[in-house]
T-cell receptor, first 111, second 114 residues
């Protein structure tokens, strides 16, 4: 079983719709969680950290469910520019610095 | 502020040749990471440094791969000899001392070994 699992998609969503991704992680001791975004042929970029109480940044909301070991990302009022691959990331049990990366969920926003 | 700088951006080489990839982390960051990304395997951590010291190189695929960080502003990843299966995008990332999980990536080096 992979340490971080995501639905690879693609999710094809009309502009203006709300879309949600989930991600599950295997290490119950993980303490830090993140969503990164990667555009086609570009580098990954940090989108947002995920806090225990859930957090929001504009149209983006991230939530953590420790009991079920999953993380979610909700995008409201989706824009064409939201088209990208969204990577779920969790800190490694073996290191204070190493991250474990999901394979990513591809999102395509259609006009 | 300058981000992570990588060179070259593209490299095409023949099997058996030596390849050297270069990275300049963001000034003041004390951790540096080398990743490889392919369609089949996704993003894989090869090695990371903390305060210029290699901490974990368990992701380095073979002895053909080596990495150095002679000072806080420069790192290299070398493949010798290169093989076609090394073809991938190689990313360098750095993170600050107070937020070690916030990794800032360079634009990557797209390596093709023929």
């Amino acid at each position: 079983r992979k340490e971080v699992e995501q639905d690879p998609g693609p999710f094809n969503v009309p502009e203006g719709a709300t879309v949600a991704f989930n991600c599950t992680y295997s290490n119950s001791a993980s303490q830090s969680f993140f969503w990164y975004r990667q555009d086609c042929r570009k580098e990954p970029k940090l989108l947002m950290s995920v806090y225990s109480s859930g957090n929001e940044d504009g149209r983006f909301t991230a939530q953590l469910n420790r009991a079920s070991q999953y993380i979610s990302l909700l995008i409201r009022d989706s824009k064409l520019s939201d088209s990208a691959t969204y990577l779920c990331v969790v800190n490694s049990r073996d290191s204070n610095y190493q991250l474990i990366w999901g394979a990513g969920t591809k999102l395509i926003i259609k006009p | 502020d300058a981000g992570v700088i990588q060179s070259p951006r593209h490299e095409v080489t023949e099997m058996g040749q030596e390849v050297t990839l270069r990275c300049k982390p963001i000034s003041g960051h004390n951790s540096l990471f080398w990743y490889r990304q392919t369609m089949m395997r996704g993003l894989e951590l090869l090695i990371y440094f903390n305060n210029n010291v290699p901490i974990d190189d368990s992701g380095m695929p073979e002895d053909r791969f080596s990495a150095k960080m002679p000072n806080a502003s420069f790192s290299t990843l070398k493949i010798q000899p290169s093989e076609p299966r090394d073809s991938a995008v190689y990313f360098c990332a750095s993170s600050p001392r107070d937020r070690p999980y916030e990794q800032y990536f360079g634009p990557g080096t797209r390596l093709t070994v023929t």
